[in-house]
């Protein structure tokens, strides 16, 4: 007949259970323990201070009438917030203080009925306004599947990545890994799984984080003391997204936290989705334990994209942008930027910027200019084909000459230079470096580099023209 803190407690549960989703029953109800009834003031146990704010702010409401049907108009419920100041280390919670003496945190006595008190306790990962609704997705509603193109560079892992928008959590493709290098992609499609999956399903909560500010944010939290409500808040999320993963590297706090925070969702069948710039096998200062999670799932690469993608990535932009280009310019751009699309997005934007500015038509000479500067801003792989075109500019002969099996001076001098630049600057062997500059053999390609190391110590001129070169050759 006597009531305890439990049976209170159970009754008030199952009121409140069918009052609410499921899904934040389990969230925010089941992690609460009864503790202990006093005349009419039962104790409940939550697990931080965030946990706390975030009942007082949704569900004072049916906490107050769940309480009054069992207590009567005189409940009172006490908060007893447990303390657990880091992960793993887990401490006796406190004992409930008394109410006069509130500046405590760690503990709070709430009377029912429960006003909004302490509005100073804001949880900073809720942006101002919405708190009471849903966590900002941060999602970039312009990066969607429809904006990214598809080609055989990036099939398979846009296909998983519509897989897993279709399904959250529901694939085997969880965790997604997405990798590439840079410019490639990776961050447009990770947003845009996450668009489609709010498109999909509204209901459900998706972030999109980059490692960088999830590192930001962990480290925040460590000073303010409140890294529970950090692993909270990443806890409740269904779906997320964390961006450029590699950053993560050599920091063991924040690898520890995203552990735990991965587990987490991963075991409540919650989608998580990542990406780094380079393969799992090449990541560097992760831990094994965190690596050997993220092949759990999917590792998708996105490759390079191949001519056809390109001039249709290429296309794409100009239609959304509203700009018109002569076909032999975008296949210009598309033949002359190849490996970054972030890049050749870059060389579009400039070529309309310029011809805009100045008045001019886009020509393929203002393309070759601008593409120029994109080139070597990237530093160009210096080829041996481009070390002839520069020496032969140089001494002002054509590329035919400089290969042409003529014995004079100032010819040979110029086939030497391109012979040792070539060794110098490539990875070329030797015989490789001949067949390609008039079809000589290794030995001729060894004497000529010992020509130039000869004369650049014994003639003045001659080690000018060294110089000049070099300093062309790796502009
Ligand atoms: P990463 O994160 O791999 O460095 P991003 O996702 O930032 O690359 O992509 C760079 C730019 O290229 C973005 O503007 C993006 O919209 C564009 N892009 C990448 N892949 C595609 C694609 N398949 N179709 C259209 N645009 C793309
Ligand atoms: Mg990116």
Known sequence: MSKTAESVWNNCLAFIEDNITSQAYKTWFEPIKAVKLTDNALSIQVPSKFFYEWL?????????????????????????????????NKQ?????IPSANRSNLQSQDVDVPLKNKSPELKNPFIIPGIRNVKIESQLNPNYNFESFLEG????????????????????????????????????????????????????????????????????ESVKKNNRNDFIHFYQIIDVLIVDDIQL???????????????????QNGKQVILTSDKAPVDMIDIEQRL??????????????????????????????????????????????IKTNIRELEGAIISLIAHSSFNKKEITIDLARKIVDNYVKHTKREVSIDYIQKVVSDYFQMDVDTLQSKTRKRHIVQARQLAMFFAKKFTKASLASIGSQIGQ????????????VDNLSSTDKQFRKYVEDLSKKLTL
């Open 56 to 88: 007082e702010e949704h569900y004072v409401k049916i906490l107050k009438v769940a309480l009054t049907k069992e207590l009567g108009t005189t409940a009172k419920l006490v908060y007893i917030i447990r303390m657990e100041n880091t992960y793993g």
């Open 92 to 96: 006796p919670f406190t004992e409930k």
């Open 152 to 219: 055989e560079s990036n099939r398979l892992a846009r296909s998983a990545g519509l897989a897993v928008a279709n399904k959250p959590g529901g694939t085997s493709f969880n965790p997604l890994l997405i990798f590439g290098g840079v410019g490639l992609g990776k961050t447009h499609l990770g947003h845009a799984i996450g668009v489609d999956i709010k498109d999909k399903y509204p209901e459900k909560t998706v972030l999109y984080i980059s490692a960088e500010k999830f590192t930001q944010q962990y480290i």
């Open 248 to 266: 993560l590297s050599g920091k063991a706090g924040t690898q520890d936290v995203f552990f735990h925070i991965f587990n987490h969702l991963h």
């Open 291 to 336: 690596l050997s999670r993220f092949k759990w799932g999917l590792s998708a690469e996105l490759n390079h994209p191949d001519y056809d993608t390109r001039v249709a990535i290429i296309k794409n932009k100009l239609y959304r942008d509203g700009v018109e280009m002569p076909d032999d310019i975008v296949e210009f751009l598309a033949n002359n």
């Open 440 to 451: 000589r053999d290794h030995a001729t390609v060894l004497h000529a580099c010992k020509t």
